[in-house]
């Protein structure tokens, strides 16, 4: 009888030992899953600025092309985005720091 009751107690001990294993290889799982995700969200993330940085180069040589044409009208309409980029930029820095 003693014994059916050690045997018990050892299996018991050793279902405990793999619930823990068990519940560490699950933390290690969802670890993993979560750094994956992450990155695709930082390539998701780069490739969009990258998008906007061909973009924003793109739409920079064209006001040059424009602004070099000699067109005063165009020059004004540049000196205007200038400003208001940097009344945006100096609010938004004010803002947040």
Known sequence: MSEAFERERQNNARLEELSSKVSALRGVTIDIYDSARNHE????TSETFSSMGTQLK???SRLGRMAASGNKVAVLKLSAIIIGAFI???YLARLFF
């Open 58 to 60: 793109g739409s920079a």
């Open 88 to 90: 945006v930029l100096y």
């Open 41 to 44: 969200v930082i390539d998701s």
